[in-house]
């Protein structure tokens, strides 16, 4: 085992790089465990790759319970309009008026 994979473990952490179909890496971060720098990390990595290449990057914070991101990216509570849940229950109407 490494030494990334044992620090990962011992924190109850751990991340995967996956390549969609598109060849677009796709990077999770995940843990059973909270504290731990989900978010942070997520964020980091975010900011990181936009700078490295230049490009827009897509995160997503799943934390539905506690959601945080928008405090390391410094936007303000009052920015915020929607999360995630509310998207995917839009999405489901437009699905079901698309079928009716």
């Known amino acids: 085992m490494s030494e990334r994979e044992n620090s990962e473990r011992a924190a109850g952490t751990s991340?995967?790089?996956e390549r969609s179909s598109a060849m677009t890496p796709i990077?999770?971060?995940y843990s059973y465990k909270g504290g731990v720098g989900r978010t942070m990390a997520l964020a980091n990595?975010?900011?990181?790759l936009a700078r490295q290449h230049g490009r827009k990057v897509l995160a997503v914070d799943w934390d539905l319970e506690a959601p945080g991101l928008h405090r390391f990216l410094g936007v303000p509570e009052g920015?915020?309009?929607d999360g995630v849940i509310d998207y995917l229950l839009a999405y489901k109407q437009l699905l079901q008026d698309l079928i009716l």
């Open 15 to 17: 991340h995967r790089i």
């Open 27 to 29: 990077v999770t971060f």
């Open 79 to 81: 920015k915020i309009r």
């Open 45 to 48: 990595i975010a900011v990181l």
